[in-house]
């Protein structure tokens, strides 16, 4: 087919997309004089995206299979909206050769590869087959097209467990299952199937050989459609968990100039074999010794700024206008590595909470300026709500220096700087595993995160001075500030004290710890805390930076602190710390949930019940699983005994906190 008609000028932009990526496209495009139109659904009304966009187009109810996953409903609100060109961003309908050809049979530019491209490239198990008739390395696995259960029983069973079962047709973890035994098989692969089915609306599964102990690197290449090919370099994508890559890196620190130039070339050879044209990103596992093949992502990959901050390419620039028919602006030969770049995924989880996702309104967003080698991608600002439909990722936090190590450095600190309240995120997490002495030290593998865990979300810590003096200042600036002092405050002048008293005593509780008491005493001289037997001198004033600089004992410390009713977020040299503080007259009622409820944690689907009522369990036992965000959580017996109930059913969509099953001790 002539080229000219599927790449060709544009002057209005669809973004099949939303969050951050919608975001990121529309800046772009905007900059380019492009009009850009954002979609939504109905959980996304007042996103970030659809108010950045020039126009935005409703496309139905929340759940992405009626909205974002649904072709039809894209192409109408390209045709509503005058676009003539899609940009699919990732995930969603990024890699779906069908949505592809939509757009063509529409009349729409999609920016992208071809529908062929996707088919040959795309599909996990076809691009195998091609670069296995190509001499590229690959791991020994099943990729054919047969997906019944006898004919992946007995392709795991030649290839030899452990195996990796995966879907052909996506990416970012989800349809993967890792499996060690032949008796794990069949519901490994039911669970992956479904998980893709509801993640990309393909449920095709491959199974490869699993490489252990393995680090994960991967080649930037764009085309264009003059013929043009050229890779931008690695990227390195070792640190992960579940499959999900959490930090990545570029260039690679595994690899030297020789290897570097052998992988680079490898991936141009594999985008080649199919006449590669658009953005796209192919996939290496490495065992130390040898790099195989995996995959290629026919689309925009997450991790895509570190390639752009050590080449100086916008890519989506470069996407934008490879669609619009242009030549690539440059030849491989000059394009120049500098520095080093490093990027960390913010989600709304809990880590502690074996990365539960979490729903809410955002009620603060502070993050550093984006200045001296600092990037920031949100799709998320102050007052958006995270829903329980779609992925949890709120921003990405990009740190470039001329160095590995001062790029580490910069990420820990703006990772440091960061707080975001309403929603539990991954932050402190992220800011304990860039700052680990391995990840400096480039001794990880993809196991790294899951060998780590206990310390990368060990406890809690303990409050101390410089946190209880913190929590004080912020309650009397809070109590100033709704007083409507502001004008006329005090607090303008360092070592203000309220006057007309002379001592208040407050009291704060950690956790479930015990209660702590300070007692301020002031008037006459320094303002003193005192907490237990300890007397410190205390001092506080608005800082520059919107924090709150606190002087004990002559030493002065900025703090951040966010004072929410009796609940305040404390944080300071010494970390991030929740502290409750206990309501002097009284009032306080918490609410305590029994670890026994079998309950929703979060709004969902039910999309399978694994136990029988009068089953007798044992604990940990898995009873049900859920759909939450795209993403599977079995919830299990949390002790020995007998299942009474289920009080739900497959399909259900369920509310937080709604009891599913009830179990009898036994």
């Given amino acids: 087919m002539d080229r000219s008609k599927l790449y060709r000028r544009f002057r209005t932009l669809l973004i099949a997309n939303r969050g951050e990526i919608a975001v990121r496209v529309i800046r772009t495009a905007g900059a380019m004089g492009l009009r850009t139109v954002a ?3 109905e959980a996304d009304r007042g996103a970030l995206h659809v108010a950045m966009a020039d126009e935005a187009v409703l496309l139905g109810p929340s759940r992405a299979r009626d909205s974002y996953l649904n072709i039809e409903r894209v192409i109408e609100a390209a045709r509503k909206s005058g676009a003539e060109a899609v940009h699919p961003g990732y995930g969603f309908l990024s890699e779906n050769a069908d949505f592809a050809k939509a757009c063509h049979d529409a009349g729409l530019v999609f920016v992208g590869p071809t529908a062929e491209m996707m088919h040959a490239m795309g599909s996990k198990s076809g691009s195998k087959q091609l670069m296995e008739k190509a001499g590229v390395p690959l791991v020994p696995g099943y990729h054919g097209e047969a997906q019944d259960d006898a004919t992946l029983a007995g392709a795991a069973a030649k290839i030899g467990f452990p195996v990796l079962v995966k879907a052909s047709a996506g990416g970012g973890g989800r349809g993967m299952r890792i499996v060690r035994a032949a008796s794990e098989l069949a519901a490994s692969v039911e669970s992956a199937k479904r998980e893709a089915k509801a993640a990309f609306g393909d449920d095709r599964m491959l199974i490869e050989k699993l490489v252990e102990n393995p680090r994960h690197i991967e080649v930037q290449v764009i085309g264009d459609s003059h013929g043009n090919l050229l890779s931008l370099f690695e990227r390195e994508c070792t640190l992960q968990r579940r499959h999900q890559k959490v930090i990545e890196e570029a260039p690679s620190p595994t690899l030297d100039a020789a290897q570097r130039d052998a992988v680079c070339a490898a991936a141009r050879k594999a985008a080649s074999t199919v006449g590669y044209v658009g953005a796209g990103t192919i996939e290496f596992v490495s065992d130390g010794k040898d790099v195989f093949f995996i995959e290629m992502n026919t689309r925009l990959q997450v991790e895509h700024p ?12 470069w996407q934008l206008r490879v669609a619009a028919g242009e030549k690539l602006p440059l030849t491989q030969d000059q394009i120049k590595l500098r520095g080093h770049a490093i990027e960390a995924r913010i989600y709304a989880e809990n880590p502690d909470k074996n990365f539960m996702p979490s729903v809410g309104t955002i009620r603060s967003w502070n993050v550093p300026e984006q200045s001296g080698g600092l990037r920031i991608d949100a799709g998320y600002r102050q007052g958006d709500t995270v829903s329980p439909h779609y992925d949890a990722m709120l921003a990405k936090v990009i740190a470039w220096a001329p ?4 790029a580490i450095d910069r990420l820990s600190r703006a990772l440091e700087q960061s707080d975001v309240r309403g929603v539990v995120t991954n932050i402190p997490f992220l800011a304990a595993l860039v700052s680990h002495p391995a990840v400096g030290a480039n001794a990880i593998d993809t196991g790294f995160i899951e060998r780590e865990l206990k310390h990368l979300t060990s406890g809690a810590k303990l ?9 004080v200042a912020a309650i009397l600036h809070e109590e100033a500030r709704v007083a409507g002092s502001e004008a006329k405050s005090p ?5 203000w004290m309220p006057v007309g008293r002379r001592q208040r005593l407050f009291t704060f509780r950690h956790g479930q710890g015990g209660e702590q008491k300070v007692t301020l005493h002031y008037g006459k001289g320094l303002a003193m805390l005192a907490i237990g037997d300890r007397k410190i001198s205390f001092s506080a004033a608005p800082g ?8 004990l004992q002559g030493i002065k410390s900025h703090v951040m602190a966010i004072v929410e009713g009796h609940e305040l977020y404390v944080r300071t040299r010494n970390g991030r710390f929740e502290l409750h503080w206990v309501d002097p007259f009284g009032g306080d009622v918490e609410e305590q949930v029994g670890e026994d409820r079998i309950v929703a944690p979060l709004p969902g689907t039910v999309v399978a019940l694994l136990a029988e009522i009068g089953a007798k369990l044992e604990k940990g036992a898995p009873i049900l699983t859920l759909e939450v965000m795209k993403m599977e959580q079995t919830l299990r017996a949390p002790f020995a005994g007998v299942l009474k109930a289920i009080k739900c059913k497959v399909g259900d969509i369920v509310a937080e906190g709604v009891e599913l099953a009830e179990i009898e001790p036994v």
Avoid: K, M, N, Q
């Avoid at 570190?306 to 620039?317: N, S």
């Avoid at 409050?463 to 929590?471: T, W």
């Fill in 39 to 41: 979609v939504y659904s």
């Fill in 306 to 317: 570190v390639t752009e901050l050590i080449t100086g390419i916008d890519l989506v620039e």
């Fill in 403 to 406: 160095t590995r190590d001062a």
């Fill in 463 to 471: 409050p101390h001075d410089l946190e209880f003096g913190a929590a």
């Fill in 491 to 495: 607090w303008r002048t360092a070592g």
């Fill in 544 to 551: 520059a930076s919107g924090g709150i600089d606190v002087t």
